[in-house]
Nanobody
Framework: QVQLVESGGGLVQTGGSLRLSCAAS????????MAWFRQAPGKERVFVAR????????YYADSVKGRFTISRDNARNTVYLQMNNLKPEDTAVYFC??????????????????????WGQGTQVTVSS
């Protein structure tokens, strides 16, 4: 079993920045593919970004490309989501997720909720207009 805890959410103005963190425990973090999803009120949970175990292979949803950056620090068992140029439509609860897996370079994989086994409780991000 893997435990994931998100932090770093808050209220920001349009154009501002936030960095979310997700701390993992209970399993070898460096062996996991990690991802961020988000869910706005009344909407389904959607994919944001994912990163391979070694941090080299990343993939982003079109809605956040060029604005968000996913990264990880395996020594600290933590994955991050740096969010820049935030927009009101980014307002959502952000969840981190993880699973054991292999990402083939160049393939756009591991973007579905069903791809992931472990989930955090979420952290609220609100972007005011």
């Amino acid at each position: 079993q893997v435990q994931l805890v998100e932090s770093g959410g808050g209220l920001v103005q349009t154009g501002g920045s936030l960095r979310l963190s997700c701390a993992a425990s209970g399993r070898t973090f460096s062996s996991l593919v990690m991802a961020w999803f988000r869910q706005a009120p009344g909407k389904e949970r959607v994919f944001v970004a994912r990163i391979a175990w070694n941090g080299a292979l990343t993939y982003y949803a079109d809605s956040v490309k060029g604005r968000f950056t996913i990264s990880r620090d395996n020594a600290r068992n933590t994955v991050y989501l740096q969010m820049n140029n935030l927009k009101p439509e980014d307002t959502a609860v952000y969840f981190c997720a993880g699973r054991a897996g292999l990402i083939v370079p160049g393939e756009r994989t591991y973007y579905r909720q069903s791809d992931y086994d472990y989930w955090g409780q979420g952290t609220q991000v609100t972007v005011s207009s």
